[in-house]
């Protein structure tokens, strides 16, 4: 089975400029999130989607940042325009369900992105 | 608030030798999973093991194994048999009820195992 899939792995750009992250969760998977890890830090949810509805967004920077699921499938992170602070590994993780407790997430290999 | 602490920014370890990784959690909901999961330099989060709060049984998978405290709301990773490959940062997470299913990480311990 193909695990979460994450494209650029690395991406360098000037401050205030644009950047773009993709996911592929894996199949049937109907819940996904992204996540900021700034270095030295656990994971901080950025925004869940179940299916292609958003479910928490509430620590989403949203004068900068957007995400959509397309066809609740593929995702896309987008962050315009980029501040320094915004230099982090983002992770995307999908799991099968998004309700209860016990559910394990899978994690794709993040994208680190360096904000100059 | 912070949920998750883990009071351990690093630690050495012997190759072959026992390890345990402190975590202690906050929550008000009686229904609660805890997570452990290790990311090694690539940068992926892999996931070890896993504990509910209802679970009367310490959770373990392999060499490893979770020491679960409810009354004192700690959930200490321990490894067993260090193997240099063990080398990596370990994150204690939670989900309860209340995060609607995201899960709350700590802020990681550093692991390094010497030969």
């Known amino acids: 089975e193909a695990g979460v899939a994450q494209s650029p792995r690395y991406k360098i750009i000037e401050k205030r400029q644009s950047v773009a992250f993709w996911c592929n969760p894996i199949?049937?998977?109907?819940?996904l999130y992204w996540y900021q890890q700034i270095l030295g830090q656990g994971p901080k949810l950025l925004i869940q989607?179940?299916?292609?509805?958003?479910?928490?967004d509430s620590q989403l920077p949203k004068d900068r940042f957007s995400a959509e699921r397309l066809k609740g499938v593929d995702s896309t992170l987008k962050i315009q325009p980029a501040k320094l602070e915004d230099s982090a590994v983002y992770l995307c993780?999908?799991?099968?369900?998004?309700?209860?407790?016990?559910?394990?997430?899978?994690f794709g290999p993040g994208t680190r992105l360096t904000v100059t | 608030a912070q949920k998750i602490t883990q009071t351990q920014p690093g630690m050495f370890v012997q190759e072959k030798e026992a390890v345990t990784l402190d975590c202690t959690y906050d929550t008000s909901d009686q229904s609660y999973g805890l997570f452990w999961y290790k990311q090694p330099s690539s940068g992926e989060m892999i996931f070890l093991i896993y504990q509910g709060s209802y679970d009367e049984q310490n959770a373990t998978e392999g060499r490893y194994s979770l020491n679960f405290q409810k009354a004192r709301k700690s959930a200490n990773l321990v490894i067993s048999a260090s193997q240099l490959g063990d080398s990596a940062m370990y994150f204690c997470?939670?989900?309860?009820?209340?995060?609607?299913?995201?899960?709350?990480f700590g802020a990681g311990t550093q692991v390094v195992v010497t030969p």
């Open positions: 997470a939670m989900r309860d009820l209340g995060s609607w299913g995201k899960l709350q």
């Open positions: 989607f179940q299916n292609n509805g958003v479910v928490d």
């Open positions: 993780a999908s799991s099968l369900v998004g309700a209860g407790v016990s559910y394990e997430q899978y």
């Open positions: 199949s049937g998977h109907a819940t």
